[in-house]
């Protein structure tokens, strides 16, 4: 297998993962009291679970389908693969045309079973306050952008600036706060990293801080000479790269031998159960790190954390899908997965476009 399958492989691995992940959540999601997560599906969550009708979240659905953030996961990954690159006005279209129209105030009545605070903004703005998308995004302090961002960060690997600039002008469609932002494009940035083969260690950050450096991630302001060539990239405004720092920290601490979480699901007690990004992504990091090369135990011990699990999970399997690819996740989890065989031509397909640019930039 040549380097460009090998980085077709860790891209489809990385989109097939994401959607793995959120599916997973869905029938336990949002537990906060883990003993009432035990005697509902048992002392270790193992795959796809049906959401219990006796809670609101997801009430009505089955095992294996996706939750609403899934769903707009796919329209991205249709859009993608149906336009061959990332054009925001044709995502935006099919926001609007087929996911803002069965929205309401209500957060229990959308597609997939829950309208998340990013969304709802969203709606609040596009279909209530007739605002143009430019001025749709919100402050929500969620993870839901970097979960789809997932899909653009393996489609455009090869080129470092590029998936992070389409993370980042994806991730302002919804979410506006700047933290936010920048650990949404922070996490596209390592995804695009393990897709070209980079390892998730403490080197890793290091090998992202020379792409900003150079200017090929220029998440500050550049204050070198370097600054005021003509073709120096415009700034992605973030006050730090503080976000390209935290995985290669959070890797050495999972793979120290003094520092043991045990079992492995309680990190979720650690980072924090809630639904903020700044909760649920450095579990995710900390489970990949642990976890390189088993997707199933990253995934599975992300779930059995409980509180925000579904986000914790979606993060997690594309972390380990971009570095044990597509031919790396157990079978099983894709024939498990609703439209699991669609999802999986598309990204087949989607990936395909990393490894045509790979190839592209090779001398």
Known sequence: MNSNSDQSDR?????????????????????????????????WIDGYTTPSESRKYHAGMKAGELSQTGIIMRMLLKSVAER????????????????LPHLSADPFSGPGGYTNHSFRQVWQARVVEKKP??????????SEAAERVSILAAAFAADPYLSAKHALDCCHLTQTDPLVAQQSVGFACVLAALVRGDAFDEKLSDKLMELVGNGTL??????????????????????????????????????????????????????????????VLPAAYHL???????????VLHAINGGGQNMSRACLTAALVGAQV???GIPGRFIDGLADGQEIFALAQKV?????????????
């Not at 061959?84 to 996911?99: I, K, N, V």
């Not at 998308?133 to 969620?142: F, I, K, Q």
């Not at 992605?236 to 790269?241: L, T, V, Y």
């Not at 990936?351 to 001398?363: D, G, H, I, V, W």
Request: hydrophobic share 40%; glycine share 8%.
């Open 351 to 363: 990936a395909a476009f990393s490894s045509r640019a790979n190839k592209e930039t090779q001398p």
């Open 11 to 43: 891209a489809a691995g990385c989109i097939v993962g994401a959607f793995i992940g959120d599916a997973l959540g869905l029938g336990s999601h949002w537990y906060y009291d883990l003993d009432e997560l035990r005697r509902d599906f048992g002392p």
């Open 218 to 279: 220029p998440f500050v302001v550049k204050t070198s000479i370097a600054a005021a060539e003509k073709n120096a990239k415009p700034s992605f405004g973030f006050p730090s790269p503080d976000a390209l720092l935290l995985p290669s920290w959070i890797a050495r601490a999972a793979q120290d031998p003094d520092i043991r979480i045990e079992p492995a699901w309680k990190i979720s007690l650690v980072h924090g159960m809630s639904c903020a990004i700044n909760f």
């Open 288 to 298: 990949a790190a642990r976890f390189p090369g088993d997707f199933e135990s990253a």
């Open 84 to 99: 061959g690159t990332y054009e925001e006005a044709d995502f935006t279209r099919r926001l609007d045309e087929e996911l």
């Open 325 to 327: 690819g597509l031919s």
């Open 133 to 142: 998308w430019a001025e749709a995004g919100g402050n929500a302090d969620t």
